[in-house]
Antibody, heavy 121, light 108 residues
Framework: EVQLAESGGGLVQPGGSLRLSCAASGFTFSSYEMNWVRQAPGKGLEWVSYISTSGSTIYYADSVKGRFTISRDNAKNSLNLQMNSLRAEDTAFYYC??????????????WGQGTLVTVSS | EIVMTQSPATLSVSPGERATLSCRASQSISSNLAWYQQKPGQAPRLLIYGASTRATGIPARFSGSGSGTEFTLTISSLQSEDFAVYYCQQYNNWPPLTFGGGTKVEIK
């Protein structure tokens, strides 16, 4: 069974940093491209970042570019998101989401349960 | 950036009735569209990809149609467990991957 489990969320002050992790199991993690998607409380979904299987290709939403860094450790079946210079508008549930297996189809076939990041003084 | 617009924002439907949800793209996205269902306190779940292909384990009462800029998600006979928020997402031109604002299907 595919499982994605996020951790690392919490309360942080504006300008602070936080590192999220996503532990993957039940599939060959190194064969799948991965993403982070976030959702502000009571709002819609916003794609945040993408990483290829090897980590050689990375994309970010403009809203987080230059502040967030996605990475992965295929040996540890782990996806990470380093978040710096956090702002109030970054407050959201952050979901780890697996890209579907078809090469050119970039939908999300499995999601974690999410971890809440709250940026507030 | 491709903007996805969903309508209506809220749809009130009685159990057993048919629900029709719309999603419009700001430019053609071919059939590169997915639909997700999200219940309160849960992560989104993939329903449809390729505009019309049901994901594994999704009941046949869910169907997707459309191509280009206009798409529809139809739930043929609403069950109690179908009351939720539904999102569309395009993956034709990215980054960024973009979602619609969602349609909440509520009990009438």
């Amino acid at each position: 069974e595919v499982q994605l489990a996020e951790s690392g969320g919490g309360l942080v002050q504006p300008g602070g940093s936080l590192r999220l992790s996503c532990a993957a199991s039940g599939f060959t993690f190194s064969s799948y491209e991965m993403n982070w998607v976030r959702q502000a409380p009571g709002k819609g979904l916003e794609w945040v970042s993408y990483i290829s299987t090897s980590g050689s290709t990375i994309y970010y939403a403009d809203s987080v570019k230059g502040r967030f860094t996605i990475s992965r450790d295929n040996a540890k079946n782990s996806l990470n998101l380093q978040m710096n210079s956090l702002r109030a508008e970054d407050t959201a549930f952050y979901y780890c989401a697996r890209k579907g297996p078809l090469l050119t189809y970039s939908y999300f076939d499995y999601w974690g349960q999410g971890t809440l990041v709250t940026v507030s003084s | 950036e491709i903007v996805m617009t969903q309508s209506p924002a809220t749809l009130s439907v009685s159990p057993g009735e048919r629900a029709t949800l719309s999603c419009r793209a700001s430019q053609s996205i071919s059939s590169n569209l997915a639909w997700y269902q999200q219940k309160p306190g849960q992560a989104p779940r993939l329903l449809i990809y390729g505009a019309s292909t049901r994901a594994t384990g999704i009941p046949a009462r869910f169907s997707g149609s459309g191509s280009g800029t206009e798409f529809t998600l139809t739930i043929s006979s609403l069950q109690s467990e179908d009351f939720a928020v539904y999102y569309c997402q395009q993956y034709n031109n990215w980054p960024p991957l973009t979602f619609g604002g969602g349609t909440k299907v509520e009990i009438k």
